[in-house]
Nanobody, 128 residues
Framework: QVQLVESGGGLVEAGGSLRLSCAAS????????MGWFRQAPGKEREFVAAISSWNGGNTYYTDSVKGRFTISRDNAKNTVYLQMNDLKPEDTAVYYC????????????????????WGQGTQVTVSS
């Protein structure tokens, strides 16, 4: 089992940057595929970015963040990151980190129901 704690959210002006971190506790972090999702007020939770287990060789992004956001992982620190550049007001949401045990596949996972573990979320607010 793994527990996830997000940090790094905050208030930023449009065009600015933030780096979200998701620290995982528990064993075998490297065997988990990781993802970031977000939920804006009044909207459903949506997929943002995902990274495969082990060396994180596979990544995937929703179209609206491609070229602006980068997901990465540091297995030595049991941490996954989401670097967010050129932020826009429509990026405003609570951002959630998620983990899915995936020791046998390098497939990224983009559906929320593929993830068994979730963090509590961190608020990102982008002002115009």
């Amino acid at each position: 089992q793994v527990q996830l704690v997000e940090s790094g959210g905050g208030l930023v002006e449009a065009g600015g940057s933030l780096r979200l971190s998701c620290a995982a506790s528990g064993r075998d972090f490297s065997s988990y595929a990781m993802g970031w999702f977000r939920q804006a007020p009044g909207k459903e939770r949506e997929f943002v970015a995902a990274i495969s287990s082990w060396n994180g060789g596979n990544t995937y992004y929703t179209d609206s963040v491609k070229g602006r956001f980068t997901i990465s992982r540091d297995n030595a620190k049991n941490t996954v990151y989401l670097q967010m550049n050129d932020l826009k007001p429509e990026d405003t949401a609570v951002y959630y980190c998620a983990a899915s045990r995936s020791p046998l596949t390098a497939r990224v996972k983009i559906q929320s129901n593929e993830y068994a573990y979730w963090g509590q979320g961190t608020q990102v607010t982008v002002s115009s």
